[in-house]
């Protein structure tokens, strides 16, 4: 195995800075998300009740808790990402770089939970 010329270990850097950047707008897109499941629920709640005619506003603050929910796990995102990034350019520096699934797989299992916590809150909602 041949050393790397200046041109490899760049890319490799700059690799890692992309990877970085994208996991920084998925958590802010994340986040985004939270944040519009929150205004809305308390928008429904501060609506008149003779707007809404027929049709009742959820008394639940699940939505809220959603909301606040994806904006820990888009913070968390952030978060992660970074030490991730660190961890990776440390590892690039002494030339022994592993993947690793770990954080992968924890932020796919919290974003699963949450997906399945809305779809379960809007089965429930609509059927009552």
């Known amino acids: ?15 890692n800075e992309r990877t970085l950047l994208a ?4 958590g802010i897109g994340i986040m985004v998300f939270g944040f ?8 429904l709640k501060q609506i008149p009740a003779k707007y809404l005619a027929e049709t009742v506003a959820p008394k639940s603050n699940f939505t809220i808790y959603l909301g606040i929910g994806l904006l820990i796990a888009g913070a968390l995102t952030i978060l992660l990402s970074y030490l991730r990034y660190i961890h990776t350019i440390k590892l ?4 022994k770089y592993q993947y690793s699934t770990a954080m992968l797989t924890f932020i796919t299992m919290m974003l699963f939970v949450l997906s399945i ?5 809007l089965i429930i909602a609509a059927s009552t």
Do not use: C, H
């Open 1 to 15: 195995m041949s050393p790397k010329n200046d041109q490899e270990v760049m890319n490799e850097y700059l690799s």
């Open 23 to 26: 996991w920084l707008r998925t």
């Open 36 to 43: 519009v499941a929150v205004k809305f629920s308390l928008f």
């Open 92 to 95: 690039l520096k002494k030339g």
């Open 117 to 121: 916590s809305l779809i379960a809150y």
